[in-house]
């Protein structure tokens, strides 16, 4: 194995917030199955963390739950990022 141990806990966090917003929309692993393609011993294991899985079916997973969002805050697509702060906050004066 040649993940670091950050990388193994990281992946497991978000393995997990990828299982509470499946639940979260009261879906199983047999429904996002048949909307994302993928196995659902491959959702499983993306659930549980493993860093073998691919990014082509992470981003795909996303998708299907309407997450994508969150990868689009990485790669910084400002046209599908969802905001994070009230519409009508000011923006911080710069003094530089």
């Known amino acids: 194995h040649f993940h670091s141990r950050p990388a193994r806990e990281a992946g497991k966090r978000y393995g997990e917030r990828l299982r509470r917003a499946r639940k979260a929309q009261k879906r199983t692993l047999a429904d996002l ?56 906050a000011q923006p911080l004066e710069r003094d530089f």
């Open 33 to 88: 199955e048949l909307s994302s393609r993928i196995h659902r011993q491959t959702l499983a294991r993306l659930e549980r963390g493993d860093p073998t899985v691919s990014i082509g079916v992470l981003l795909t997973v996303l998708e299907s739950l309407g997450e994508l969002a969150d990868v689009e805050l990485l790669v910084g697509n400002p046209e599908t990022i969802r905001p994070r702060v009230a519409d009508d």
